[in-house]
């Protein structure tokens, strides 16, 4: 890294400091309270009930007791990795989560017989074509009226264009419809990438931590890419991109409005250049679709609580700033240790969520 990048790099770190524990963004409610977007339109939430509150600043105190004087590579296993860009702290683990993918036989199946996905069929005219004896798009190709349209949605369904296949069903459907999340299937397994990230606040603050998992035989494999401090943010940013390709098809939960265009944002402070015009899975559509009737709220914690998941060391991730606002002052890493752990569990649940999807669906 020339000596004008990293003078460049340090100024930035430098405003970014001074911009950080300028007051809460949040705010702490009873229980009794239901925010009004419980169920989303809100890219990060800006509350958190009192019991959480009190139980999170319980947690930060015992994690501060528990690991005073203690390094962080003493506490949480890992190593400094340097880049072009500069350098983070990397943690690697793994578990035995699978995520479960439809096949593509059984994509193309169900893709292909909803006749619907063309412009101009509408329930009423479908219902009539199948009597007519057309039972899916491919019989469709040769119909004098929708020939040309059904052969433009098979050639993409041929050549596996998952990209351009949501920007098609993106037009004709809504976002949580099943057959978004069947297009899964036209994925290779090795090429989902669940992304989640740990901030500093709203858009315009660092993001302190970078998760991404990727399906591996024995399950999951498991990177985070943590800042020490906020001059590593770049370093983080490039070793996240560097985990991606072209091929990648993402996993995130509320990450087309929150998480990827973070990440874009903060790469763009950075001049850093990459496309993350990728494949996106956002799994929260699918989860409100799938769970809303059945649950008080979507967030990804009550999703996995309906599951029967437990977290033994957990956060709110309203609260992840302030945790980490406390290791900057303090240099004391305890509160590190609940960041990260959130992080790693929201990977492995979202993992779970995808997977569990597929039994929702009434297909």
């Known amino acids: 890294m020339s000596v004008q990048r990293k003078r460049l790099l340090k100024r930035a770190s430098e405003s970014l400091g001074r911009r950080i524990g300028n007051g809460r963004e949040y705010s702490v409610i009873s229980e009794q309270d239901e925010p009004h977007h419980m169920h989303g339109g809100r ?3 800006t509350w958190v009930y009192q019991e959480e509150y009190s139980n999170a600043m319980k947690l930060k105190s015992k994690l501060v007791q528990q690991f005073k004087g203690k390094a962080l590579e003493d506490v949480i296993p890992g190593k400094i990795i340097s880049n072009n860009q500069g350098a983070c702290y990397c943690i690697e683990a793994e578990c035995d989560t699978h995520i479960k993918n439809t096949s593509l036989r059984k994509s193309r199946e169900v893709i292909l017989s909803d006749l619907k996905l ?23 190709t040769k119909h004098p009226i929708w020939r040309e349209s059904a052969q433009e949605f098979l050639s993409r369904v041929d050549l596996k264009d998952v990209s351009s296949l949501q920007s098609w069903f993106n037009s004709r459907l809504p976002k949580s419809h099943p057959l978004a999340h069947y297009l899964a ?11 989640d990230i740990e901030t500093m606040g709203l858009f315009g603050r660092p993001i302190i931590l970078l998760g991404i998992a990727k399906s591996r035989a024995s399950g999951l494999g498991i990177s985070q890419f943590l800042l020490r401090d906020i001059s590593d943010e770049a370093g983080a940013l490039w ?10 098809a993402f996993i995130t939960y509320n990450g087309r409005a929150f998480d990827i265009p973070y990440i874009q944002e903060r790469l763009a402070y950075y001049g850093i250049r990459s496309s993350l015009n990728n494949p996106h899975f956002d799994a929260l559509h699918f989860a ?6 059945r649950l008080d709220n979507c967030r990804l914690e009550t ?4 599951f029967g998941v437990q977290r033994e060391i957990d956060i709110p991730s309203t609260l992840i700033p302030e945790f980490y606002e406390s290791y ?8 590190l240790v609940a960041i ?8 492995i649940t979202l993992a779970n969520i995808f997977s569990k999807l597929y039994d929702e669906w009434n297909i």
């Not at 412009?119 to 798009?137: D, F, M, N, T, W």
């Not at 409100?288 to 009737?293: C, D, G, L, V, Y």
């Not at 990260?340 to 990977?347: A, F, G, K, P, Y």
């Open 328 to 335: 900057l002052k303090s240099r004391n890493v305890g509160p």
């Open 288 to 293: 409100r679709r799938a769970w809303r009737s």
């Open 185 to 195: 299937g036209f994925c290779r397994s090795e090429d989902f990438a669940i992304i």
């Open 118 to 140: 063309l412009s101009g069929v509408g329930p009423a005219r479908e219902r009539k074509l199948k009597q007519q004896g057309y039972q899916s798009i491919r019989d469709l």
């Open 303 to 306: 999703v996995e609580k309906y």
């Open 239 to 248: 070793e996240l991109v560097s985990h991606l390709d072209g091929n990648s």
């Open 340 to 347: 990260v752990e959130h992080n790693r569990q929201d990977l």
């Open 43 to 45: 890219i990060q939430e």
